[in-house]
């Protein structure tokens, strides 16, 4: 089944629309082949061609290249997470494992940033966990026990100086984590589209129908064409399981997210004028919600089990009513009609919230599972699963592979019914926070 492009994305919107997109039309051989042109295909492929730039690298996606989840995130870039899947991590060691990647995807990042002198509206504001409950509290104060013990630098915050700080009195209780970036994702990926090495072919809007290996050969069959290749990497993320990759080991998640327009000058004042900010939830199906640097409010408060294929209009109607509500709980002098797109995207969870990163024949590679925090990791694995690829190690990679491993799902039906048993119970604990 093909994914669709749509023009329904804010951050997609903002940008100029490419030209000279090309798809397979024909069979192919190459060195090296990597499924997927988001954070993760677009890294390999980058990292590959500096390592083998005499040999042929081919980086195909289904769709746009970009314009999948990565560009369709908040646009976070973590160094620290409260909720980053349906389990925790509440042994110290494991998170501190969890934390020293995210630094190295952030490193990774700007890395990019500064040799290709990307705009990308990039601002280390930090980020707030914050609830309108009360008695979030106690979450907050283990959190902040464990960043403390870890050197993370952060404090709490009251319900008024929240108010100063984001323009709304819905929360009462926050932690301000200092670390951390709040970025325009789809520039970041355009400009990983825009400065690919010459020895790289990019083909899209091309999906993958099947695969298979025949001793030594990968061979992959699209609808107008075939591409043979000694060695592949998928980095499909949230479309790992449908092509039978690791698929004992994530499921994709469906989110929708909405941004408003520009607020005006009265309605930005209105609110008091604050600077960019961004809040994650302190409850795992809370809202995630960001002030943007041009004065646009984004709200992502769905997470469910779907088509990830496609989303009908209706739906996606559906979802932007609640997320018209959840505007309107924190900003209620706003008008009713602030909303000016809304999209839906997808990613990938494991069962214990740990990344896939392996292996898994002997020229087949695959990364991804980001659990919500792809914009750094997922460029981190892209580069470090390319060099893996190429029988080379670095410290990174022994970092990554230190981490716990995904652990083992159920067959379906028994794994979309858990899931969805979950969501509902989270969404439930939830729901003053939506």
Not at 203 to 229: P, Q
Not at 303 to 321: D, F, G, H, I, W
Not at 373 to 396: D, M, P, R, W
Request: aromatic share 8%.
């Amino acid at each position: 089944m093909q994914v669709k492009n749509d023009n329904s994305c804010s951050w997609i919107k903002d940008l100029n629309p490419r030209t000279n997109i090309k798809s397979i039309i024909s069979d192919e051989n190459c060195d090296w082949l990597i499924i997927g042109a988001g954070y993760t295909g677009l890294s390999a492929a980058r990292k590959l061609a500096q390592l083998h730039s005499n040999q042929n690298i081919i980086l195909i996606d289904a769709q746009l290249a970009g314009e999948g989840a990565s560009s369709r995130n908040s646009g976070y870039l973590v160094d620290t997470t409260l909720n980053d899947g349906f389990t925790s991590n509440k042994e110290l060691h494991n998170y501190k494992k969890k934390t020293d990647i995210y630094k190295l995807g952030v490193e990774a990042v700007k890395k990019f940033i500064k040799e290709h002198q990307v705009d990308c509206e990039w601002n280390e504001c930090g980020k707030f966990f914050a609830s309108s409950k009360i008695e979030d509290k106690k979450i907050l104060g283990n959190f902040s026990y464990n960043l403390s013990k870890l050197g993370f630098e952060h404090n709490l915050l009251s319900s008024k100086e929240l108010n100063e700080r984001l323009g709304t009195n819905f929360y009462n209780i926050a932690l301000y984590t200092k670390g951390g970036i709040l970025l325009h994702p789809g520039k970041l990926v355009r400009a990983m589209i825009d400065t690919l090495p010459e020895n790289v072919k990019l083909y899209e809007n091309s999906s993958l129908l099947n695969w298979e290996k025949v001793k030594d050969t990968v061979i992959c069959r699209f609808k107008n064409g075939l591409i043979k290749t000694k060695k592949i990497i998928f980095a499909t993320n949230g479309f790992l399981k449908s092509l039978g990759i690791k698929s004992n080991y994530n499921f994709p998640i469906t989110l929708t997210a909405s941004m408003t327009r520009c607020l005006t000058s009265e309605e930005y004042e209105s609110i008091g004028g604050p600077k960019e900010w961004g809040v994650l939830p302190v409850r795992p199906m809370g809202a995630t919600i960001r002030m943007t640097k041009d004065r646009r409010i984004l709200i992502r408060n769905t997470a469910e089990v779907s088509n990830p294929y496609q989303m009908s209009q209706s739906e996606l109607n559906k979802r932007s009513l609640k997320q018209k509500i959840g505007i309107k709980k924190r900003f209620p002098n706003l008008p009713n009609d602030i909303i000016q797109s809304s999209w839906s995207g997808i990613v990938s969870r494991t069962r214990n919230s740990s990344q896939i990163f392996e292996k898994i024949a002997e020229n087949i590679f695959v990364a991804g599972c980001y659990n919500g925090s792809g914009i750094g990791v997922g460029t981190l694995f892209g580069e470090q699963i390319a060099i893996k690829a190429s029988n080379e190690n670095t410290k990174e990679i022994e970092t990554i592979e230190s981490r716990s491993k995904p652990t083992w799902l159920p067959p379906e039906p028994f794994l979309t019914l858990g899931v969805k048993t979950r969501l509902i119970y989270e969404r439930f604990k939830a729901r003053s926070e939506i």
